[in-house]
């Protein structure tokens, strides 16, 4: 969507770039990086609800926060469809903006290795990385699963990782966390058990 958007010179979802998924997921996760989010861009977003058959809500009746919206209260209703609302810019500039990002997230990021992207939510005044950073945690393994060395807000599969090697990393991680640092890390991914 965003390359699309970029070949017709329509600027704001050069954040999206980069990031994996679909539109129903990245409006359901208020998905977002380096300064933007979708709840920047979603002019409107058709749902089909469990209840009331198909509605189309505002961005504001969406709801956003921080990796939240209205989908995630509503874990029911499917995204059918969504609106974005962009502003003209030059192609050039807007594709220089992406491939900047693209950059930034390949030197930063372990994406070599499968990982499900950022393990916990940014806990206010606080960077997870940097927070299991300082606790001493990169590195640490636990069956397959381990803390990435690139980025310690990254569980990443060294291979042959099982759900539950996932699950016994994270659980160790917030303990250690709190218990170094006090703060609580809450999980960005969702899991299915
Ligand atoms: C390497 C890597 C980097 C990442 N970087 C970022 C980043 O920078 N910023 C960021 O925000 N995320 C990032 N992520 C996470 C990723 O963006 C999210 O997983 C993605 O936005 C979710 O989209 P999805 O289509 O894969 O949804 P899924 O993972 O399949 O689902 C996510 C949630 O959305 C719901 N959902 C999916 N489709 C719909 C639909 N049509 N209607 C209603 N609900 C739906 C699901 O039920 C689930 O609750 C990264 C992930 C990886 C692996």
Do not use: W
């Not at 996760?29 to 058959?53: D, F, H, I």
């Not at 990796?67 to 807007?94: K, M, N, Y």
């Not at 990443?156 to 759900?163: L, M, P, Q």
Request: hydrophobic residues 40%.
């Amino acid at each position: 969507v965003a390359d699309f958007a970029c070949r017709q010179g329509l600027a704001g979802l050069e954040f999206a770039h980069g990031i994996p998924g679909t539109v129903g997921g990245a409006v359901c996760m208020n998905a977002g990086a380096y300064g933007g989010e979708m709840a920047q861009v979603v002019r409107e977003a058709t749902l089909l609800l469990p209840e009331e058959g198909i509605r189309t809500l505002t961005g504001a009746e969406m709801a956003f926060g921080y990796r939240r919206s209205f989908l995630t209260d509503h874990p029911d209703a499917v995204v059918l469809r969504a609106e974005f609302q962009l502003s003209p810019g030059d192609p050039a500039a807007i594709r220089g903006r992406m491939k900047e990002l693209l950059e930034k997230r390949r030197a930063s990021q372990p994406l070599e290795f499968p990982s499900a992207g950022s393990t916990f939510k940014r806990p206010e005044g606080y960077y997870a990385g940097t927070l299991i950073d300082q606790c001493g945690l990169k590195g640490l393994t636990v069956g397959g699963a381990q803390v990435s060395e690139k980025h310690a807000g990254f569980v990443i599969n060294r291979g042959g990782a099982t759900c539950a090697d996932v699950k016994e990393l994270i659980r160790r991680i917030q303990e250690r966390v709190f218990a170094q640092a006090g703060v609580r890390l809450e999980p960005e991914v969702r899991i299915i058990d």
